[in-house]
């Protein structure tokens, strides 16, 4: 059986934490609803990609609720400064953060990037009385090379908050629940609307990302 491979490394401090999303016929692929929609406008890209970061020397870059609420308030302002870029998922943990984008033009993520770790490094120094880095180094941008890669990548990133012990669809700082609730216009949900020939594509989601192993 051909398995098709996507690893995603999410920097934690000093370990690595890997996960792989197998695209087998024996993995998450086989409970997706059949037929689904292909051929989804890819030619705007391939410019999906899963970014991730941690803090510099294992420090928790979210302490408090006040700075998830801040980084998601710089990444709104950043994604308004780059009209080029969209949100498709997020999911905010204390050590690192992890986004599903779009680009439209090459070096745009990273543009917008720029502008999003800035921004909150500025506000954490101060807010902190800190100097020097908050992020551990660079993002580390995987990119994903099909719709199915991106389906399942948001679903494993929805998962990511179970590592804080709260419940997938309780969790406040994951764009899960803008899905749910069809909140944050600043979240691009037409790929997943589109992407499942059913107009209950939110139940989709939902199973789909609650059976993640």
Known sequence: MAVLGIVVIQVLGNTFSTMYLLLAHDSCY??????????????RGPG????????????VIFRSSDDFDHFTLVMKRALKRSPDVNLLGF???????????????????ARFMHRLSV???????????????????PYKDTSLGSEDAVIAALCRIHTLSTSEGSSIETYT?????????????????????????????????????????
Not at 48 to 55: D, E, M, P, Q
């Open 30 to 43: 086989n409970r997706f609803p059949m037929p689904y929609r292909t051929s989804l406008d890819w030619e």
């Open 48 to 59: 999906y990609s899963i970014v991730t970061n941690a803090g510099h020397s294992r420090q």
């Open 91 to 109: 999911c905010l943990i204390p050590l690192s953060f992890t986004l599903l984008l779009h680009e439209n033009r090459p070096g745009e993520i």
């Open 119 to 137: 921004a909150y490094s500025v506000y954490f120094n101060s807010h902190y009385g800190k100097q020097g880095k908050v992020f551990r180094g």
């Open 173 to 213: 700082w994951s764009s899960y629940k803008h899905y749910l609730r069809q909140s944050g216009p600043w979240i691009d949900k037409a790929f997943v609307a589109h992407y499942f020939a059913s107009e209950s594509y939110l139940d989709e989601l939902r199973r789909i990302t609650q059976s993640q192993p």
